[in-house]
């Protein structure tokens, strides 16, 4: 079975910086783009951040430029987000996302609270 997992979550005060993990199995890792979501309390799904399969090329969404970095490490079947200068915006539900052949899998995501 298709599993992405996700860590690294938890309280920060602004400005401060944390880094999530994703680790996925049961899919051929090293061979798809992967994708970063997040979820504020009662707001909608925000795509954060796309990386390409060799992880040479990231894309980010408008709100995290420059301060978010995705990186990924295909030995390890691991995703990472380096968050810097995290602000009480950041305030969400972190998930990786990996889509096979039309279909999305995620998994629970992992916390991020900033907050003094």
């Known amino acids: 079975d298709v599993q992405m997992m996700e860590s690294g979550g938890g309280l920060v005060q602004p400005g401060g910086s944390l880094r999530l993990s994703c680790t996925g199995s049961?899919?051929?890792?090293?061979?798809?783009?992967l994708t970063w979501f997040r979820q504020a309390p009662g707001k909608g799904i925000e795509w954060v951040s796309v990386?390409?399969?060799?992880?040479?090329?990231?894309t980010y969404a408008d709100s995290v430029q420059g301060r978010f970095f995705a990186s990924r490490d295909n030995t390890k079947k691991t995703l990472y987000l380096q968050m810097n200068n995290l602000k009480p915006e950041d305030t969400a539900n972190y998930f990786c996302?990996?889509?096979?052949?039309?279909?999305?899998?995620r998994g629970q995501g992992t916390q991020v609270t900033v907050s003094s």
């Open positions: 996302n990996v889509n096979l052949a039309g279909k999305d899998y």
């Open positions: 049961g899919f051929s890792f090293e061979y798809y783009a």
């Open positions: 990386i390409n399969e060799r992880g040479f090329s990231a």
